[in-house]
């Protein structure tokens, strides 16, 4: 008889999952929520370093709450997609303004905080608290669309039917570490390109490998970055991160060549909150 595939994937997991300081039992609550606003579309080797320096400095979300938003986006560094630290400045405001500084165990409650998605909101509740819910990231979907329903990846965004099914998937004991389990087996295993199917635990039972591991009809678009308006955000926020001082458009000149790209990125800066414009000069938001 065969083993229930949440054993299996458990039990591979003890013995490969990697040591995140976001996953120790001591982990808090806030730690966790703290990982997931970094881990968006961000690898784990880049988020580790500066998660640690934001627990080191805030160890609670009226830490956070407590300085300047500009103050979290210069923490952010070079992490990327940096409204991340805006809005985990401002879900860190509003825990402490309607939850006595406590992260809420409700998913609901937890959908209601700034920048929490659906996801965001399954995985704390699972990660954080224990809850049965369904935990469906990139990783995660993709192992499931493999496994059961023969397809090299999910795709759009998850529908009613695959969010009831991925909840009867996840068992009633220890919930938690099977959600991560299967996580983490996405990350390292059932990889999006170049995956390791003769290290799979589940290779035996795997759809899509039985199939002969057909090509998804839409091929994945790479993501430029050089010469976008997202590297020229990129060098205007590093300048201003370094600068404990307002910056000169001058100063600012020198970060990007082009002068309607550059004062397009600028712009688009201002209007999401980034940076703020006093007297002629421009610094992070206080």
């Known amino acids: 008889m065969c083993e229930p595939l949440d054993a299996t994937i458990r ?4 013995w490969n999952a990697r040591e995140l300081p976001w996953r120790d039992p001591d982990a808090s609550p806030w730690a966790v ?3 997931e606003f970094m881990l968006q579309q961000t690898p784990v080797a880049r988020v580790e370093p500066v998660w640690r320096e934001w627990m080191r400095r805030w160890p609670t979300p009226a ?3 407590a300085v300047p938003a500009g103050e979290a986006v210069r923490a952010w560094g070079r992490l990327g997609y940096p409204r991340r630290a805006l809005r985990l400045h401002a879900a860190a405001a509003a825990m ?10 409700d998913v609901d409650a937890l959908r209601a905080l700034p920048g929490v998605g659906a996801y965001t909101a399954a995985a704390i509740a699972a990660f954080a608290f224990g809850q049965r819910v369904e935990v469906l990231d990139t990783n995660v979907r993709r192992v499931y669309a493999r496994v059961y329903d023969g397809r090299e990846d999910a795709a759009g965004a998850p529908t009613v039917g695959e969010r009831k099914a991925a909840l009867s998937r996840v068992p009633d004991d220890a919930p938690a570490d099977y959600g991560v389990a299967v996580m983490e087996l996405g990350a390292l295993v059932c990889r999006a390109r170049a995956p390791r199917c003769d ?12 199939a002969g591991r057909p090509i998804s009809a839409s091929p994945r678009r790479s993501q430029t ?7 020229a955000r990129g060098r205007l926020l ?13 100063a600012l000149d020198a970060t990007w060549p082009e002068p309607e790209q550059r004062a397009r990125a600028l712009a688009g800066l201002v209007a999401d909150g980034l940076v703020e414009q006093v007297a002629g000069r421009y610094r992070l938001p206080a």
């Not at 039990?11 to 003890?14: P, V």
């Not at 290290?199 to 039985?210: I, S, T, V």
């Not at 970055?225 to 590297?231: A, L, M, S």
């Open 11 to 14: 039990r591979w997991y003890a």
């Open 33 to 35: 929520v703290v990982s």
């Open 63 to 65: 830490d956070l709450a």
């Open 96 to 105: 402490v303004d309607r939850h006595g500084g406590q992260v809420p165990r």
């Open 199 to 210: 290290e799979c635990p589940l290779a035996g039972r795997c759809r899509w490998l039985a």
């Open 225 to 231: 970055y050089e010469g976008t308006d997202r590297q």
């Open 238 to 250: 590093a300048l201003l991160r370094e600068s404990p001082h307002p910056v000169a458009a001058m």
